[in-house]
């Protein structure tokens, strides 16, 4: 963010793409903290100063202000993403609860606002699964207006949270990635999200419907111009690898079951959906996983693991993007990332409101469509070897009742959609 001639703003975030996003909207990310060795590296070998690699329960005050300086007004925003799986949708899915704040990895929400308190910068903005906001199960989401509300007490401020849920995807990010953000500014004026500028349109329709929204990014977009190094091992492996070639572009396992076009393998909807997920060149991709199984996608069209510069590229980090880890660390880092196009809207909005300042071109992290679009590949026919669970299948019992269920003799009332949260004062 540029003031008087100098540009500030500190990251405190364990999600890395989001220093590029304010990054490419003109901010100066000062300061960056990470307690994984791994993911500090990636931030040092694509240029980052002042990385300090420390759990965020042990970032002092002292250690922010040595970087930062100690002028009241020395840090404009605090960007941070707080681990999400103590509120992730599978867990609920599979066991019908959580540990969610009980998860000793929800102590880093509570840290996180530690540092707005002591900090006190312009403005904050926190993502999070949007799992933390299910009805019936949203006590997370509770303790984030609370946590704010504390702050203003402690500091004196009058931070005033907006919240909604976003689709990377509807702001031309080649990936439905549905995740929840909440905004404030100190000033009590309350922050107003950007509004969508893509829709779920075939790109074949955008002359037909006029001006106002684009139609998604494809899969094809981002992907068109990679061509995989020969270096990186992107064959499916595990019991399921040879089924792939047998599953449609866009469709997963369910295409496998008595509700869909193929054999009827499976019961509906008794695997994640990710399981034996494949990308369509005219769709945008599937969320990226951090920490998939072996067969878990979303795969390649060309029946493939995703190479690392193309998952960088569904997560539209810069092209300038480096990363040197296992595969492992690898997927687990873009996979944890928000979208860095995302990021830069949001942090152009934050800019924008807070400064004044205008931004008529378009973003600078925005993908390009590459037309024309092929057609999809070839579905092969199912191997012999998975001909003998052709039959009847039962479906999932439904949400919360996995394989991982274990009743409790009373009736728990389950989380099937988010709160219906718009922009709000948490008041």
């Given at each position: ?10 990251a405190?975030?364990l999600?890395?793409?989001?220093d590029?996003?304010f ?14 060795k791994?993911?500090?590296?990636t931030?040092k ?7 300090v690699?420390?759990p965020?329960?042990?970032?002092t005050?002292?250690?922010i ?5 100690t ?19 599978s867990?609920?899915?599979?066991r019908?609860?959580?540990r ?42 509770r ?5 704010v509300?504390r ?9 005033h949270p907006?919240?909604r849920?976003l ?11 549905v995740?929840?953000?909440l905004?404030?500014?100190q000033?009590?004026?309350l ?10 349109l075939?790109p ?17 977009d981002?992907l ?11 064959a499916?492996?595990g019991?399921?690898a ?15 079951t008595?509700q ?13 959906w990710s ?21 878990i996608?979303?795969f ?10 193309e ?8 092209g300038?993007f ?10 687990r ?6 979208p860095?196009?995302?990021a ?11 400064t ?10 925005a993908?390009?469509p590459?037309?024309?679009?092929p057609p ?5 026919a ?7 669970l ?20 009373t ?11 718009g ?5």
């Amino acid at each position: 963010m540029i003031r008087d001639g100098d540009e500030r703003g500190l990251a405190c975030s364990l999600v890395v793409a989001e220093d590029y996003g304010f990054e490419a909207a003109g901010c100066n990310v000062v300061l960056r903290n990470d307690f994984d060795k791994h993911s500090c590296s990636t931030l040092k070998l694509n240029g980052a100063s002042s990385v300090v690699e420390c759990p965020v329960e042990e970032l002092t005050l002292s250690d922010i202000q040595r970087i930062t300086g100690t002028s009241r007004d020395a840090v404009d925003i605090v960007i941070g993403g707080p681990p999400c799986q103590p509120f992730s949708k599978s867990a609920y899915w599979a066991r019908g609860d959580t540990r969610r704040l009980r998860d000793p990895r929800a102590n880093t929400l509570n840290e996180y606002f530690r540092v707005i308190e002591e900090v006190r910068p312009k403005a904050f903005l926190l993502e999070n699964v949007h799992g933390i906001s299910y009805s019936g199960k949203e006590e997370g989401f509770r303790f984030l207006l609370d946590r704010v509300r504390r702050v203003n007490r402690a500091a004196g401020t009058d931070y005033h949270p907006s919240w909604r849920v976003l689709n990377a995807a509807d702001y031309g990010v080649p990936q439905i990635r549905v995740r929840f953000f909440l905004v404030a500014f100190q000033s009590g004026s309350l922050y107003r999200f950007p509004e969508p500028t893509h829709r779920d349109l075939d790109p074949s329709e955008s002359l037909l419907i006029g001006p106002t929204l684009e139609p998604y990014v494809t899969a094809w977009d981002a992907l068109a111009g990679i061509t995989p190094s020969p270096d990186e091992d992107l064959a499916v492996s595990g019991k399921w690898a040879a089924l792939l070639p047998s599953i449609p572009e866009g469709e997963n396992y369910l295409w496998h079951t008595d509700q869909r076009g193929g054999l009827p393998l499976f019961g509906w909807r008794t695997r994640y959906w990710s399981f034996l997920l494949k990308l369509a060149k005219r769709r945008p991709s599937w969320t990226i996983q951090a920490q998939p199984g072996s067969a878990i996608g979303p795969f390649h069209w060309e029946n493939r693991r995703l190479s690392w510069p193309e998952m960088a590229a569904l997560q539209t980090f810069p092209g300038s993007f480096r990363i040197r880890c296992p595969r492992v660390e690898t997927q687990r880092q873009i996979g944890n990332a928000v979208p860095s196009l995302l990021a830069e809207v949001l942090a152009r909005s934050m800019v924008a409101q807070l400064t004044g300042q205008r931004f008529p071109e378009p973003p600078r992290l925005a993908i390009k469509p590459s037309r024309p679009i092929p057609p999809p590949e070839h579905v092969a026919a199912v191997p012999a070897e998975y001909l003998h669970l052709v039959g009847k299948h039962a479906p999932h019992p439904g949400t919360g009742r996995g394989r991982s269920y274990r009743s409790t003799g009373t009736k728990r009332e389950q989380a099937s959609h988010p709160l219906p949260l718009g922009s709000g004062t948490g008041e």
